[in-house]
């Protein structure tokens, strides 16, 4: 046992002090500054386990402080920084730099279908419009023993698991192209947030399936798994949304 | 966002007038809406979207003696949390933490939030850290949890209420003031009360002034004062450090809790959770070192305790890796269907950070800088006090901005959850019960006056100093001097780095000149409350020459309950801005509340 403990330190642990250069091209928009967003590129020296969130903050740091991006827990769970990574939405706080290809420069910017604000930020209210549109609370009349909490059975509690570990990061409906070209589709993330009470047996409401069962609800979904390559909290996004769609044509379950 | 459309403007400031103003949206800010809001006309001001606050990164659970998977009672939980605060808790504030639990956890269950569940469908509870059965006897299952994302789901189910109360939210908008309006009394006497909060909003630079008859601080902590911390990079202390600059007293700020399982090198939390489900820390030589130190509830005594002992080993040389200088977090005797249902993040947080499989490598550790237990003194009304027993009128503080004192000196594991959501609700409650007896205090003249002039003229700031450069310098001044383990000469130490850093703040350079997310000029402001609260740490951890809990002074190893069973009281005195604390900082001490527990040794 104690050997084989020794032995084990960590390959990438954090006593590795390799560092290498990356070039990171970043898409601008300063507002006042700017009339369209442009392109601009900055080298950091970076070490293989720090994140891409590290070297927003070593340029912001270190060489240009009016670069701005959201970010708070820089740990996957708060949803902060989603961003358009390479092409693909990530977290900056959960993207490491040697998982990406560092022989080639590394492309950020905004995630899209949300009115650019300003560099890596944009406009969240639209999303979160969509989120509150479908009723993401618990709608149930009985009432529990006084004191006491509803029964629901294991099972049931890990009916609608996967969709509790929504973070709200809006990685998945600015990954849709459904979204990119109409605005008004509720997205991927709103009908994750259904979900999560259509499938909770404490929940006694058939509303949101009336919500979504509308020409910007589930139907506009074209299953082009998007969603579910961008979420960073590994929910089976496109596989909720065709629960739901199921459940509509059904009935709650 | 912002429902309400009676908001005026005067000359580019904009006025608003509320009954009550919720200050953070974390857990503690939004338990308090959910009372308040559907009572009276209420605002909840964040500098974040309420999703993003740091309550969503609590792991483990939260504590409640329900006693449903076995035998527990509230009194025994009231003792350990006193044990665990190495007797520097408020004990009549314990037994209203340990009581109110029960409905809390209730109240957020049937508030929908998805708990684990025990096999007859009851609310599941698993093991954690201080928390035991009879009065120490052996651990007892009292956390109610969902998998390892409890906070998540605490800070989700909130925001959903808030969303169907319909509360008016403004995100992204910072406050900077609490605004305070001179009243004489009948008999003559004048005193300030609280009439509203000034903030600034991020999006478009503009000022904003809440007017209200009560104000709720909700900011949580400010873990940042340190560099490997658990905490948000938003965790900067600004209501704390708003309410110090007011000349309002802060309580136990020496009392740091450095939380012993942080990713090595990273200080990402690993949940207290792991270890009670079984995980078991161990040194180089594979030995689980805690048997020592703790022998009747080893890994699971409490986070000072276990820090300590962390560093200890790694000091003795028993660290692991080529610089031993960690420890192990071992899971991999655990069923991987368990760790895959109870543990999920916390495993994917060392895959994804370190490289390493928790299924079958230990996970490096240290401990992490991760809760203030100090803050701003209460009452057990959540009420803010002006000195030991004076109640400042209409304000409130709830969370870990505020010292109730319900941790004392070490906070146990799952009663930060559980403190956010009593007197969270305490908060709400009592504020929109005075608010409704009260009418709109005036306000000052130039209630914006302040604010406007902070922000300018840091956004005007030329100078050649660096923020990130006087950032890190100040935390890892403090990881160096001010840790698991000080003495004077470290704390003197640190004293001088502080002094130094906040003359060359003075020199400052913000480089985004712009009204629109100006992060800059935030981090600029925020690093102005982190240089002002670690002077109070660092001050008040000097003049406590003992030891207890998350103080651990290396030059006076033992509790002194003699001259030291007291609250530390600070005060702000004078020039803010002269260079030695010991001329702006006055301290005092408070009385604890003893009720049924008389200080013990304290042995795990």
């Known amino acids: 046992m104690s050997t084989a403990i020794a032995d084990r330190a960590p390959a ?12 990171v091209i970043i898409r601008r928009f300063l507002p006042g500054i700017d009339l369209e967003p442009r392109w601009e590129d900055f080298d950091v020296e970076m070490l293989p386990t720090d994140r891409v969130l590290d070297a927003l903050h070593k340029i912001k740091w270190e060489q240009d402080g009016s670069l701005t991006f959201r970010r708070s827990c820089a740990h996957g769970i708060c949803g902060s920084d989603a961003m358009r990574i390479n092409g693909r939405n990530r977290l900056a706080c959960k993207t490491l730099i040697k998982d990406l290809d560092i022989s080639k420069p590394i492309y950020i910017e905004a995630i899209k279908g949300l009115p650019l604000e300003k560099d890596l930020v944009v406009d969240m209210e639209p999303f979160f419009d969509s989120f509150r549109e479908v009723q993401p609370f618990l709608i149930a009349n009985s009432k529990p023993k006084e004191g006491k909490e509803r029964v629901q059975s294991p099972e049931d509690r890990a009916r609608f698991d996967d969709t509790t570990k929504c973070i709200l990061c809006a990685a998945c409906t600015s990954s849709c192209p459904i979204f990119w070209t109409d605005g008004q589709y509720f997205g991927p993330a709103a009908i994750v947030n259904a979900h999560r009470f259509i499938f909770d047996s404490r929940d006694e409401s058939n509303v949101r399936l009336d919500i979504l069962d509308d020409k910007e609800g589930v139907w506009r979904c074209r299953t082009t798994f998007n969603c579910t390559e961008a979420c960073p909290r590994g929910i089976q996004v496109t596989q909720a949304i065709a629960e739901v769609k199921q459940a509509i044509l059904r009935g709650k379950p | 966002m912002p429902t309400e459309s009676d908001s005026t403007v005067v000359d580019g400031v904009h006025y608003h007038q509320f009954d009550v103003v919720i200050v953070g949206a974390g857990g503690a800010g939004m338990r308090a809406a959910i009372e308040a809001g559907p009572k009276v006309k209420t605002a909840v001001i964040s500098k974040l979207y309420p999703t993003r606050s740091h309550t969503g990164a609590a792991q483990g659970g939260m504590a409640a003696a329900l006693a449903n998977v076995e035998e527990d009672s509230w009194e025994w939980h009231t003792f350990d949390t006193v044990k665990g605060g190495d007797y520097l808790v408020d004990q009549d504030a314990a037994e209203i933490l340990a009581k109110e639990a029960i409905e809390a956890v209730i109240d957020l269950e049937n508030m929908g939030l998805p708990f684990n569940r025990t096999p007859d469908g009851k609310i599941d509870q698993r093991r954690f850290g201080g928390h035991t059965a009879e009065h120490g006897k052996s651990p007892v299952r009292r956390a109610c949890y969902a998998a390892d994302r409890t906070g998540h789901m605490i800070l989700q189910t909130l925001y959903q209420n808030c969303v169907k109360f319909g509360i008016n939210f403004f995100n992204e908008y910072y406050v900077l003031d609490l605004v305070m309006t001179p009243v004489t009394a009948s008999d003559g006497t004048t005193s300030d009360k609280p009439s509203g909060v000034v903030a600034y909003d991020l999006a478009t630079g503009e000022i904003h002034v809440f007017q209200a008859k009560a104000v709720i601080f909700a900011t949580g902590g400010f873990g940042k004062i340190y560099k490997t911390t658990s905490n948000a990079h938003t965790l900067t202390g600004d209501g704390v450090g708003i309410i110090w600059r007011k000349g309002l007293p802060l309580e136990d700020m020496e009392f740091f809790q450095f939380h012993p399982t942080g990713l090595a090198g990273l200080g990402i ?6 270890r009670g489900e079984g995980a078991i820390l161990r040194n180089s030589e594979g030995e689980r ?4 130190y703790a022998p009747t509830i080893k890994d699971l005594a409490p986070r000072d305790i276990v820090a300590r002992c962390m560093a200890t080993e790694i000091r003795e040389g028993r660290g692991g890796g080529p610089n031993k200088d960690y420890v192990y977090l071992d899971i991999t005797h655990l069923d991987p269907a368990v760790i895959d249902a109870k543990l999920p993040d916390i495993t994917e947080f060392a895959r994804t950070y370190l490289g390493v499989e928790p299924y079958t490598e230990p996970v490096p550790v240290l401990p992490t800088a991760h809760y203030a237990m100090g803050g701003i003194p209460t009452n057990v009304n959540a009420e803010v006090l002006s000195d030991n027993t004076t109640v400042v009128p209409g304000l409130y503080a709830a969370g870990e901005c505020a010292c109730v004192s319900v941790h004392g000196s070490n906070r146990l594991g799952t009663n930060s959850l559980l403190d956010i959501n009593v007197f969270g609700k305490r908060a709400g409650n009592n504020a929109a ?20 002039n902070l922000v300018e003229s840091a956004r005007a700031s030329n100078g050649t100093e660096r923020l990130s450069a006087i950032r890190k310098e100040l935390q890892d001044s403090m990881d160096r001097n001010a840790q698991v383990f000080r003495t004077d000469e470290t704390l003197n130490e640190v004293t001088r780095v502080i002094e130094n850093l906040r003359e060359r703040y003075k020199n400052i350079g913000v480089q985004d000149k712009g009204k629109r997310f100006n992060t800059d000029l935030l981090e600029a402001i925020e690093l102005g409350f982190l240089l002002d609260l670690a002077e109070v740490v660092v001050y008040s951890a000097l003049s406590r020459k003992e030891s207890r809990g998350g103080h651990f002074r290396e030059d006076y190893p033992t509790r002194d309950d003699a001259n030291y069973l007291v609250h530390t009281m600070a005060y702000l005195t004078g020039d803010a801005h002269s260079a030695d604390a010991g001329d702006h900082i006055r301290l005092d001490t408070k009385p604890v509340v003893i009720t049924n527990y008389q200080p013990m040794e304290r042995k795990y």
Do not use: C, H, K
């Open chain 2, 433 to 452: 019960a005075y608010a409704l007896t009260v009418d709109m205090p005036p306000l000052p003249p130039n209630a914006a006056d302040w604010v406007i």
């Open chain 2, 269 to 274: 939390l690993l949940s207290e959770a792991a």
């Open chain 2, 289 to 292: 070192f805690m048997e020592r």
């Open chain 1, 12 to 23: 990438s642990g954090p006593e590795s002090i390799q560092t290498f250069t990356v070039t």
